[in-house]
C-alpha cells in the first residue's frame, strides 16, 4: 500500500464511517470515534503497511488534531456561558477540580511504577474536561509517545463505558440518596432546542451544498492561519517550534475568533474539526502495536480507574457539599468526562430534557479550558512531583 493510497485511505475513511453511523443505528451507538480506533488498530497490526512511515504518519496526525482544534472552537458562544445557571457552572468547576485532586493523588500513587505518568496526568485531565480532542492536543504539548497515549486511550475507553452504563442505569438513585433532586427550570432559559443543537453541532447534512462548504473551507485556511501565527510567536520566543505554546496559542486564537460573528456563523466548522478528529483516531490508532497491552500495564489501568470513577463519586460529594443537584452533577460529568454528544443519551435516562442544552455548552466549554488545564497541570506535576 502506497502513502498516497493511505493518505486517501485516512482522509475518506471517516466520511464512510459517518455515512454508516446515519443509516445503521449499531454503529451510532459505538461511536465513530471507537470505530476508527478499531480500524486503525486493524490495519496497524495485520502487516500490511509500509514500513519507514512513521514519520508520515507523525506528520499527518499532528496536522489534523492541531487544525481541529480552532475549527472546534469558532463556532463557541462564550457570552451564553456567562449568563448559565449558577448550579451549572460551579458544578463544572467542582468536577474539574475532582478530576485534577484524583489525578495528583493516583500520580504520588504510581509515579514510581509507571513511566512518563505526568503526561499521563495531563492527558487524562484532558479526556476528563473535553475528551478525544483535548487529549490528543495535550499529548502532542507534552510529547507523549503514541503507544502509552493508545494505550491511555483504550483504557479510558474501557473504564468510561462502564461508567456511561453506571450513569444511565443507577446512578441518579444512588446519588439522590445523599444528594438534592433536580427543580425544574424556566424553559425559556433553558436555550437551543436540543434539535438546534443537532443542526449545529452534530449532523453533517448539506455539507457539500455551495452556501456550506465554500464558508467551511475558509474556517480551514484561518485554522492554517493561525497555526501560522502561533508557530511564528513560538519561534519568535523560543526560537524554536515549541508544541505546547503552539497549542496554547492556536487554542486562544480559537476562542478569539469565536467572538467574531462572520466566523463564529459559519455553519458546520464544528463538525468540520470533528472530522479531522477522526482523521487523527485513525491514523494514531494505526501506529500503535498492540502487544503493549500486557501485565506490565496494568497500573496503567488501576490509575484510570482510581481517576474516572474516583473523580467522579469526589465531584458527587462536592456537589452536595455545595448543594448542587443530582441532575446537573450527572450531566455536567457526562458533559466533562464522555464529550457533548452523550449528554442527550444520558439526558433521555435522566427523563430531564431540560438539562440537555446547558450540558452541551458545558461540554463545548471543556474544549476550550482543556488545553489550558491538562498541558498546565502536566508541567506542574513533572517539575513538583
Same mark, same amino acid.
Not at 487524562?124 to 474536561?129: A, D, E, K, M, R
Given at each position: ?12 475513511f471517516p466520511?464512510?464511517?459517518?455515512y ?5 443505528t ?5 461511536g ?8 486503525g ?5 495485520i ?7 512513521a ?15 480552532p475549527?472546534l ?8 456561558w ?15 477540580v475532582?478530576v ?5 493523588i ?8 509507571i513511566?512518563?505518568?505526568?503526561k ?6 484532558g479526556?476528563y474536561s ?6 490528543a492536543?495535550?499529548?502532542?504539548a507534552?510529547d ?10 483504550t483504557?479510558?475507553?474501557v ?10 442505569t ?11 433532586p ?22 453533517? /447534512?448539506? =455539507?457539500?451544498?455551495?452556501? +456550506?462548504?465554500?464558508? $467551511?473551507?475558509?474556517?480551514? !485556511?484561518?485554522? %492554517?492561519l493561525? &497555526? ?19 497549542i ?5 486564537l480559537g476562542?478569539a ?9 459559519i ?16 491514523i ?13 500495564s496494568?497500573?496503567l ?9 474516583g ?21 455536567i460529568?457526562?458533559?466533562l468526562s ?11 435516562a435522566?427523563k430531564?430534557? /431540560?438539562? =440537555?442544552?446547558?450540558?452541551? +455548552?458545558?461540554g463545548? $466549554?471543556?474544549?476550550?479550558? !482543556?488545553?489550558? %488545564?491538562?498541558? &498546565? ?9
Amino acid at each position: 500500500m502506497g502513502t498516497v493510497i493511505l493518505a486517501l485511505f485516512y482522509f475518506l475513511f471517516p466520511a464512510l464511517v459517518i455515512y454508516l453511523d446515519k443509516k445503521f443505528t449499531v454503529v451510532n451507538k459505538v461511536g465513530t470515534v471507537v470505530i476508527c480506533y478499531g480500524v486503525g488498530l486493524l490495519i496497524g497490526n495485520i502487516g500490511i503497511l509500509p514500513d519507514g512511515i512513521a514519520e508520515f504518519q507523525e506528520s499527518l496526525y499532528s496536522g489534523a488534531v492541531i487544525l481541529a482544534i480552532p475549527m472546534l472552537l469558532f463556532s463557541l458562544d462564550i457570552r451564553k456561558w456567562v449568563s448559565m445557571a449558577g448550579n451549572t457552572l460551579l458544578s463544572l468547576v467542582l468536577g474539574i477540580v475532582s478530576v485534577i485532586v484524583m489525578v495528583v493523588i493516583g500520580y504520588f500513587i504510581y509515579r514510581d511504577v509507571i513511566p512518563e505518568i505526568w503526561k499521563v496526568a495531563g492527558v487524562l485531565i484532558g479526556f476528563y474536561s473535553g475528551g478525544a480532542p483535548n487529549a490528543a492536543a495535550i499529548s502532542l504539548a507534552l510529547d507523549m509517545e503514541p503507544d502509552l497515549f493508545i494505550l491511555t486511550q483504550t483504557y479510558d475507553l474501557v473504564v468510561g463505558a462502564f461508567t456511561l452504563l453506571f450513569l444511565m442505569t443507577v446512578a441518579q438513585r444512588f446519588f439522590l440518596l445523599f444528594m438534592r433532586p433536580y427543580k425544574a427550570v424556566d424553559k425559556e432559559n433553558v436555550g437551543e432546542s436540543g434539535e438546534s443543537y443537532h443542526e449545529k453541532y452534530e449532523t453533517y /447534512d448539506g =455539507i457539500f451544498s455551495r452556501r +456550506i462548504f465554500f464558508p $467551511l473551507l475558509g474556517t480551514l !485556511g484561518l485554522a %492554517i492561519l493561525i &497555526l501560522g501565527i502561533s508557530a511564528g510567536i513560538s519561534q519568535l520566543f523560543f526560537k524554536e517550534i515549541n508544541t505546547a505554546l503552539v497549542i496554547m496559542g492556536i487554542t486562544t486564537l480559537g476562542i478569539a475568533a469565536s467572538f467574531v460573528p462572520r466566523i463564529h456563523n459559519i455553519e458546520k466548522s464544528f463538525q468540520g474539526g470533528i472530522y479531522l478528529i477522526l482523521i487523527f483516531c485513525l491514523i494514531f490508532a494505526s501506529m500503535a502495536d498492540i502487544s503493549m497491552f500486557s501485565l506490565d500495564s496494568l497500573p496503567l489501568l488501576i490509575y484510570i480507574i482510581l481517576v474516572v470513577p474516583g473523580a467522579l463519586l469526589l465531584h458527587g460529594l462536592l456537589s452536595k457539599l455545595f448543594k448542587v443537584d443530582v441532575d446537573n452533577f450527572l450531566i455536567i460529568s457526562v458533559a466533562l468526562s464522555m464529550s457533548p454528544p452523550f449528554v442527550p443519551v444520558v439526558a433521555s435516562a435522566l427523563k430531564n430534557r /431540560d438539562i =440537555i442544552i446547558p450540558g452541551m +455548552i458545558i461540554g463545548l $466549554l471543556g474544549y476550550a479550558v !482543556g488545553n489550558y %488545564i491538562g498541558v &498546565l497541570m502536566g508541567y506542574l506535576i513533572h517539575a513538583f512531583g
